[in-house]
């Protein structure tokens, strides 16, 4: 029981983060970024294919308010990837009374 609470307070946590918190991170460029734009070569970068995409530049595409979307995107992302590792887990995990 005690893991299971763990699981679910890390998950609580982890939606708070990606919903909240995330809107109020650095609106710097990321290195990459930036160091094209110290060089001078930004101005080449092409614009990436998924750009159009619904969570395209960490915002929910169609939500107009920016804290919202952001907020969105984040929650989006944490269940999107809570479910995947939840299911590959129980894809791989061992069977009960199996082969050791």
Known sequence: MKQKTFLISGFI?????????SFYASSNPDGLEKVAGDIGFI?????????DGVLADYGVKGVE???L???????????ATGAISTGLFFLIRRKPGGAK
């Open 13 to 21: 946590a982890s939606l708070f983060l990606a919903g909240v918190v």
């Open 69 to 79: 979307s952001v907020g969105a995107a984040g929650v989006i992302g944490v269940v």
């Open 43 to 51: 101005e080449t970068a092409k614009e990436n294919t998924n750009s």
């Open 65 to 67: 308010n920016e804290r």
